[in-house]
């Protein structure tokens, strides 16, 4: 930035606070006047139309009072080249910011600083950010994408669900009812373990299934229904098979 460009910012930045700036206004008046003036939006002398917060508003106001235009001037960047000269600082900034969009600018600003020694000023990395997409309101717009998840190894969890199937004897008449269709699945390899049609949705039921899948298949880690009753699920498996498998859990 050159000197006639200095001086641009620095009246741009007196014409937003001059309102402000009167020593007639109460500090009631000076607070709501800085509050108006953070809400709307400044021409800059680059053309883009701005928004400063209220704390850049007050700060401008400390330094015109304390030496005039000239305390308005931009301050010489520290970081000046810094994004040119290590272009990969802003590529990891992107991948930071995407692995959690949470997180803050001066976050990351401060991981870039410890990892590679290269200070990089937090309104820096916001404004990459910004010009990329990747300002956290924009992200937290997205809807979120969920990657598939499955256990680790076979057993170490079955998801059993049941599915409500046809009236028996069919066509329905005095006496039909809903056929219920238990399933177990293992969830690494997606093994069906056992599968069964029973009359009723009940703790027998389960029971049943649930031993003829240990017998053949062995105890898993975790047993999980999306959704159970204590009088239909038991809340351990133990309660529902041999006492071989006592203290295994099952989630709903």
Request: some cysteine; proline content about 5%; charged content about 30%.
């Amino acid at each position: 930035m050159d000197h006639k460009e200095q001086e641009q910012v620095a009246l741009h930045r007196w014409a937003v606070i001059a309102e402000a700036a009167n020593d007639r206004l109460t500090a009631a008046e000076r607070g709501a006047l800085v509050r108006q003036i953070a809400a709307r939006a400044h021409t800059h002398p680059d053309g883009s139309a701005r928004r400063y917060s209220r704390g850049t508003v007050d700060r401008w106001l400390r330094a015109w009072r304390a030496g005039g235009l000239e305390a308005l001037w931009p301050a010489p960047r520290a970081d000046t080249g810094v994004v040119r000269a290590h272009p990969e600082l802003f590529a990891e900034a992107a991948a930071l910011r995407l692995e959690l969009p949470g997180r803050s600018a001066a976050q990351i600003a401060s991981i870039l600083y410890h990892r590679h020694g290269v200070s990089v000023a937090e309104r820096t990395v916001r404004a990459q950010l910004r010009r990329a997409g990747l300002h956290r309101e924009a992200l937290a717009a997205e809807p979120k994408a969920y990657g598939r998840y499955e256990a680790a190894r076979p057993n170490e969890r079955w998801i059993t669900d049941v599915l409500v199937g046809p009236w028996v004897p069919w066509p329905r008449r005095e006496g039909s009812a809903r056929a219920r269709l238990f399933l177990i699945v293992d969830d690494h390899s997606r093994l069906l373990v056992d599968g069964r049609f029973f009359a009723h949705e009940n703790a027998r039921a389960c029971q049943e299934l649930l031993r003829r899948a240990v017998t053949r298949r062995g105890v898993p880690e975790v047993l999980y229904a999306d959704y159970a009753e204590r009088r239909i699920m038991p809340t351990r498996a133990g309660r529902a098979c041999s006492p071989t498998v006592n203290g295994r859990k099952v989630s709903a």
